[in-house]
């Protein structure tokens, strides 16, 4: 495509509930990342992806949070039994090739709230 | 205590104005970022700088490596360019850190 998408743009859940958040980059770009930006902070890392390979999952904030990407293309990253403290903007980004060479192009974001 | 410290937090100037955004990083790095978010959310990177200065229309990026110290510069400021602006250090272990923003406002 010819941006970042992410979708949903805007989700509001219940405490508990499993939510999923997807990421399609721009094609050909081998590097992904997602980054969790919460109200009047900066952007928090959470996992960069190498093709469908994950060598940093180093700032996920606990096991309930997970990400997978496949065919080199589209990530979804999973939050498993919402908290509060979730509440977020989730942003993703891709690079050309290798991890933070080169222009970041980032999307819009998922705005995540939780009741 | 975040590794890379931008001021100010917030900015409001008059159409017109010059405006100056500074960052401040704590240790080497390898290359710093200048990124913009705008009021819907999206983020637009600007610059990619790792010595001396770029320039690109209105908006010019400086950084001085001994200082540890970049700055972003607006000339002839509009109330489009209202927006956040967001620096961000690569540092050599490849390890990104954003600044918190800066949250610019221009009036008419």
């Known amino acids: 495509g010819a941006g970042v998408s992410q979708s949903p743009s805007n989700k509001v859940t219940e405490k508990g509930k499993d939510v999923e958040l997807r990421c399609d980059p721009i094609s050909g770009h081998t590097a992904l990342y997602w980054y969790r930006q919460s109200l009047g902070q900066g952007l928090e890392f959470l996992i960069y992806f190498q093709g469908n390979s994950a060598p940093d999952k180093s700032g996920l904030p606990s096991d309930r949070f997970s990400a997978e990407r496949t065919g080199g293309s589209v990530s979804t990253l999973t939050i498993q039994r919402t908290q509060q403290e979730d509440s977020a903007v989730y942003l993703c980004?891709?690079?050309?090739?290798?991890?933070?060479?080169?222009?970041?192009?980032f999307g819009e974001g998922s705005r995540l709230t939780v009741l | 205590k975040n590794e890379v410290e931008q001021s100010p937090q917030n900015l409001t100037a008059q159409e017109g104005e010059f405006i100056t955004i500074n960052c401040s990083y704590s240790v080497g790095i390898s290359a710093l970022h200048w990124l913009q978010q705008h009021p819907g959310g999206g983020i637009v990177s600007l610059f990619m700088l790792s010595s001396g200065k770029k320039k690109h229309g209105r908006l010019i990026a400086t950084i001085n490596i001994q200082e540890k110290h970049s700055s972003l510069h607006i000339t002839a400021s509009h109330p489009r360019d209202s927006a956040v602006y967001i620096c961000?250090?690569?540092?050599?272990?490849?390890?990104?850190?954003f600044g918190a923003g800066t949250r610019l406002t221009v009036k008419p």
């Open positions: 980004a891709s690079s050309l090739v290798g991890r933070y060479t080169g222009e970041l192009f």
């Open positions: 961000a250090a690569l540092y050599n272990n490849n390890d990104m850190r």
